[in-house]
Each structure stands twice: as C-alpha cells, then as structure tokens.
C-alpha cells in the first residue's frame, strides 16, 4: 500500500475542499469515496425511479442489482458503465438514497476493492466517513474534520441556495440531522471518531486555516 491520508468526517465539515488541497499541496491524488457511494446510489434511482424508500428493496436485490454496475473515477471524475456522471450525482435527492443505500452491507462490500485499489500504485488523499477506520484502517496519516450541526447546515443551506436549490435553513439542519443519526447508527461502518485520529472542529476555523493546520500536521509527523 501506497501512502494514504484519511480523512473521514460528517457532511458539510469541509472535507472535500480540504481534501483537494491536501492532495495538491502534497501531490498526491485525490479519493471522493462518497462520489463511488453516490454512483451507486444515481444507478438505483435510475433504475427503481418509482421508490423513494430503498429499504424496500431486499439485500438480494439489492447484490443482484450489484452485478451490473460498473464504476470507474479518474481525477475526481465518476464514471458509470463509461458515462461521466460526476454533476448528476451532486443533486440533494442522490444524496439522500445515497445515505439509505450507503448503510447496506452489501453495497459496502461491493466498493472496498475498489477503493483500496486506488492506493495500491499511487500516494492518495481519500475522503469519507470510513477511512480511517475501515477502509485504510493502516493510513499513513488520519484526520476526523467536525463542525456543529449548525454550521454545517448553513454551509449546505448557502451552497445549495447559490447553486438554484430551494431550500429553508430549517430543512438545511434537518437533513444535516437526519443524515448524522443514519451515517453514526448504521450497523456497518458506522462514522466515528478513530482513536488514533487527528480531530480538527472546523466550526471556528476558515477554509485556509484548517488545510494549514492539516498541512503542518502532515510535515509534523512525516
Ligand atoms: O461525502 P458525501 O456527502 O458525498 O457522501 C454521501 C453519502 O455517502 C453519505 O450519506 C455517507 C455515504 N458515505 C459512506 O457511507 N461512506 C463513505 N466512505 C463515503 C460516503
């Protein structure tokens, strides 16, 4: 295994931007793990766009769908059987089956090969909520980035505004809420914080200042 800085925490704590960086700064490349679970999560919509529970669907179902996806990411770009579907996958409904699909077992199994390939020939930076305690539970370096469940709905309230999205904060810190309690109680790689962890609360801090304290964390130890 390759060089891995593992980087897991809730959404909207800053992760991605922050990871990006990271893997610029060092020149590494960089792992969006969420974007494989959204992949997986816009083939079912697509798929079964007549349920909006996917706890209808049967664990059978479900690996038996399994057989017929085929993801592939490049340069923080996901590929479903070929096509680029890196902007559908943004929209806050994947995002929701995202968060259902992504508690199931079997569709957590399906991605770890391909998630522990990526560090197999290149250093890399992977982002997610299992990281560091699943995936790359042997990381080189491991970061927990957190925020208030306010300021992380404001942040997603703000993004989704600026991108044409109608949404109330309330609905904001709702969703960050709901998708907290699914993403910390499921049974299978629940988020949590690893022990041996660097935890950052993003809360207070600006974008730059955290990507410095990660940086200097990284030289720190190296
Ligand atoms: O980081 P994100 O918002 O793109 O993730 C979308 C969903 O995918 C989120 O609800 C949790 C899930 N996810 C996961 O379970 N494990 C990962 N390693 C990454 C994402």
Redesign the pocket.
Known sequence: MKKVVAIDGP?GAG??TVSKEIAKALGFQYL????L??AVAYYFSIKFNYIDDFSLLTEQEIEEELKNIKIHYKNGRVFLSGEDVSDFIRDPKI?EI??QL?TQKVVRDFLMPLQRSFAEKVDIVA?????TTV?FPDAWKKFYLDASPQVRAKRRFEQLIESGKKITFEEALRDVIE?DK??CSREN?PLRISKDAFYIDTSELTLQEVISIVLKKVAEDA
């Open positions: 959404s992760k991605s969006d793990t969420g974007a679970y959204r995002g995202t968060s992504s982002e997610g909520r299992d990281m995936v998708r699914r993403d790689a």
